[in-house]
Antibody, heavy 115, light 107 residues
Framework: EVQLVESGGGLVKPGGSLRLSCAASGFTFSTYSLHWVRQAPGKGLEWVSSISSSSAYIYYADSVKGRFSISRDNAKNSLYLQMNSLRAGDTAVYYC????????WGQGTLVTVSS | DIQMTQSPSSLSASVGDRVTITCRASQGIRNDLGWYQQKPGKAPKRLIYAASSLQSGVPSRFSGSESGTEFTLTISSLQPEDFATYYCLQHNSDLYTFGQGTKLEIK
């Protein structure tokens, strides 16, 4: 059974940092590109970032570029998102996902940015 | 960046109705588009990939089509479990983009 389990969410003050993790199992983790997708409360889905299987290609949405950093450890079957200079607008549930070719999603972890 | 304009933003319909949701891309994206269903408190689930291919296990009442830069999700006969929010996602560019979502509600 495929599982993606996010962790690391929580309450952080504006300007603070947080590191999200996503532990994967049940599929060949090192083969696929992976993504972070977020959803602000009551809002739609927003693609945040992606990383290729070997970490050679990394992309960010304009809204997080320069503040967020995606990485992965294929030996540990883990995906990460380092989030710096957090703003209230970053408050959201963050999902890790494998979007292509298969459709695998975690359950999400809530990040709340508030003073 | 590629923009995806999804319409309508909300839709009221009855069980048994046929409904159509549309996404228009700001430029050509070939067939690099998927349709997702999301229920409250749950992760999204892909229904359609490559614009018109049905994901395994998804009921055949769901279908997708494309015409140029316009993509359509059709539900042929709404069932109670279909009331949810639907999103398109383009993956033609390195920066992926979701549509704004369509909330499908019971009339």
């Amino acid at each position: 059974e495929v599982q993606l389990v996010e962790s690391g969410g929580g309450l952080v003050k504006p300007g603070g940092s947080l590191r999200l993790s996503c532990a994967a199992s049940g599929f060949t983790f090192s083969t696929y590109s992976l993504h972070w997708v977020r959803q602000a409360p009551g809002k739609g889905l927003e693609w945040v970032s992606s990383i290729s299987s070997s970490s050679a290609y990394i992309y960010y949405a304009d809204s997080v570029k320069g503040r967020f950093s995606i990485s992965r450890d294929n030996a540990k079957n883990s995906l990460y998102l380092q989030m710096n200079s957090l703003r209230a607008g970053d408050t959201a549930v963050y999902y890790c996902a494998s979007l292509l070719p298969y459709d695998y999603w975690g359950q999400g972890t809530l990040v709340t940015v508030s003073s | 960046d590629i923009q995806m304009t999804q319409s309508p933003s909300s839709l009221s319909a009855s069980v048994g109705d046929r409904v159509t949701i549309t996404c228009r891309a700001s430029q050509g994206i070939r067939n690099d588009l998927g349709w997702y269903q999301q229920k409250p408190g749950k992760a999204p689930k892909r229904l359609i990939y490559a614009a018109s291919s049905l994901q395994s296990g998804v009921p055949s009442r769901f279908s997708g089509s494309e015409s140029g830069t316009e993509f359509t999700l059709t539900i042929s006969s709404l069932q109670p479990e279909d009331f949810a929010t639907y999103y398109c996602l383009q993956h033609n560019s390195d920066l992926y983009t979701f549509g704004q979502g369509t909330k499908l509600e019971i009339k």
